[in-house]
């Protein structure tokens, strides 16, 4: 069975300050991974996906970038954070058509 | 364009009771799935069922049934007997297959059960 890590659980951060969120995989190969925001009360924005490594697709234009350095690593990166890039992040997998799989999530505050 | 609406901020229920948490959906591909999953205050979302827009009968898994109505563009979860620990958000999803793109969930914005003992 796949396992998704998360790598920080909290992080506080001052705006203007860069970011670094890392996501790997274990237990699938060649997955498709996919970052969504989750602001407070609400439900999840999809922010990018990948379907190989070094292929990255935007869903929303914004401060924050994605890279797949390798098959199973996933990392959500900014230069310069904004108090609106504050909220919980999650990463999936899923292959196929059916159901993704969450990681544990990062909770994102800027200060 | 896609979209998923879930109408009911919050519910309750008392223990041991069913409960229908409302889902509708606006697709205009022929080809889609449609997806519940449990957010607890720890913040994970578990997957809990699926139903595909091809499939004849309605999902089951355990305690949790999805009531798809494909004309009225509605996939309800009926959760039956609550337990306390069902307790948390629920979010419909639905999943739009593009080719060679991967699928991608939009989501709804998420109904809040509270379970009374």
């Known amino acids: 069975s796949q396992t998704i890590h998360q790598w920080p659980a909290t992080l506080v951060q001052p705006v203007g300050s860069p970011l670094s969120l890392e996501c790997t995989v274990e237990?699938?190969?060649?997955?498709?991974l996919y970052w969504y925001r989750q602001a407070a009360g609400r439900g999840l924005q999809l922010l990018f996906y990948s379907v190989g490594i070094g292929q990255i697709s935007s869903e929303v234009p914004q401060n924050l970038s994605a890279s797949r350095p390798q098959d199973r690593q996933f990392i959500l990166s900014s230069k310069k954070l904004l108090l609106s890039d504050s909220g919980f992040y999650l990463c999936?997998?899923?292959?196929?058509?059916?159901?993704?799989?969450f990681g544990p999530g990062t909770r994102l505050t800027v200060t | 364009a896609q979209k998923i609406t879930q109408t009911q901020p919050g519910m309750f229920v008392q223990e041991k009771e069913a409960v229908t948490l409302d889902c509708t959906y606006d697709?205009?591909?022929?080809?889609?799935?449609l997806f519940w999953y449990k957010q607890p205050s720890s913040g994970e979302m578990i997957f809990l069922i699926y139903?595909?827009?091809?499939?004849?009968q309605n999902a089951t898994e355990g305690r949790y049934s999805l009531n798809f109505q494909k004309a009225r563009k509605s996939a309800n979860l009926v959760i039956s007997a609550s337990q306390l620990g069902d307790s948390a958000m629920y979010f419909c999803?639905?999943?739009?297959?593009?080719?060679?793109?991967?699928?991608?969930?939009?989501f709804g914005q998420g109904t809040e059960l509270s379970v009374k003992p």
């Open positions: 999803a639905m999943r739009a297959w593009v080719y060679n793109q991967g699928g991608k969930l939009i």
């Open positions: 139903q595909g827009s091809y499939d004849q």
């Open positions: 237990g699938t190969s060649n997955p498709n």
């Open positions: 999936a997998q899923g292959q196929g058509y059916y159901e993704q799989y």
């Open positions: 697709t205009s591909d022929p080809s889609y799935g």
